[in-house]
């Protein structure tokens, strides 16, 4: 008994798709999205350079340190991979913080590590968002981040104790 298979042909093929560059309506489109971005970029680094310069008018060069140092840890959360950021945040708990409390005598050094367990942990949440966003459709095993949350609220926790 002979089962009839379907035709199948090699040479149908679809026509050339022109390249997304060539079409000028998606060349004018892209245009206007890359100076919407630059200026939402411009945005937030223009409002953080005339709070710095109006803090630098106030000549306390200490305030000046500490919101520049605000700033920059702000903006490195989003260019720094969490694991980074976790090694950096143990890095400046127990060596710089550390120093800075007994040596120094800075007595709200303290706070510096709970900024950065709070930074962490926006990291870790902005990661789960985007990556829930980028596996939507898919069926994909995730990693497991929940145990870094677990592990940051409970040093949030311990580190909150040790304060008070």
């Avoid at 008018?57 to 702000?74: C, K, R, Y």
């Avoid at 400046?92 to 040596?103: C, D, E, K, M, N």
């Avoid at 949440?125 to 095993?141: I, P, Q, S, T």
Wanted: proline share 5%.
């Amino acid at each position: 008994m002979k089962f009839a298979m379907p035709l199948r042909f090699a040479f149908a093929r679809r026509a050339s798709v022109t390249p997304r560059a060539a079409n000028p309506h998606f060349a004018r489109r892209d245009a206007k999205r890359a100076r919407r971005l630059s200026f939402l970029m411009f945005l937030p680094i223009g409002l953080a350079a005339l709070l710095i310069g109006a803090v630098a008018g106030l000549d306390a060069p200490i305030l000046l340190s500490l919101v520049a140092g605000a700033l920059f840890a702000l903006g490195a959360t989003f260019v720094v991979p969490a694991h980074v950021f976790l090694q950096a945040m143990f890095v400046v708990t127990f060596l710089i913080q550390g120093s800075a409390l007994y040596f120094g005598g800075v007595r709200p050094a303290p706070w510096v590590a709970a900024g950065m367990a709070g930074l962490f942990i926006f990291r870790v949440l902005m990661d789960f968002v985007f990556e829930r966003r980028a596996l939507r459709g898919a069926a994909v095993e995730r990693a497991g981040a929940a145990g870094v949350l677990v592990a940051t609220c409970a040093y949030l926790a311990v580190y909150g104790f040790a304060v008070v």
